[in-house]
């Protein structure tokens, strides 16, 4: 038998729902008409921007940035193409990293300033400082629980 949810699971469901589908688009929309890139291709080079040399397994970067290894490779091979990152054997082990070129760095620097504008502007201003870290945690929570989930 199916169980409903109740009204408060309905209304936190539907939060979730309307926070995941508009979030994205909106981060994508503002990143591709100022810096002709997606949150996802931000996402991977500010993770290669951090990382140290600016370079990281192709393996690690998907589990990091969240997307699947398909994904990351059409994603690198487009910065390839922009000239952003380039392919290169892994310095350790077998694998293939990826490496941030001075482009690239440039280039996420660039966006850097206008992409934590937006995240101000569409999330954390829509909350006061309490707030904030209540969603720091359930986020987080909700977060493992997924990958627990997923891992299953």
Known sequence: ?????????RRAWSAVVTLSMHLPS?????????FGMTHFE?????????????????S????????????LSH????????????REAAETGRGIDA???ESGQAKVLAAM????????TLVLDGLDDPQKAELAVLGERLSLHLVHMLDS
Not at 63 to 69: A, K, N, P, Q, Y
Not at 75 to 86: C, F, H, I, P, T
């Open 75 to 86: 994603v690198v091979s487009k910065l390839e193409r922009v000239g952003w990152a380039r």
């Open 1 to 9: 038998m199916t169980e409903y949810l109740d009204s408060v699971e």
């Open 26 to 34: 909106a981060l994508d929309a503002r990143l591709q008409r100022e």
């Open 99 to 101: 490496v941030l070129t």
């Open 42 to 58: 931000y996402r991977v080079m500010d993770l290669l921007h951090d990382a140290p040399e600016h370079r990281m397994r192709l």
């Open 60 to 71: 690690m970067l998907a589990v990091r940035g969240h997307g699947s290894i398909s994904r």
């Open 113 to 120: 300033p206008d992409y934590l504008v937006a995240v101000r």
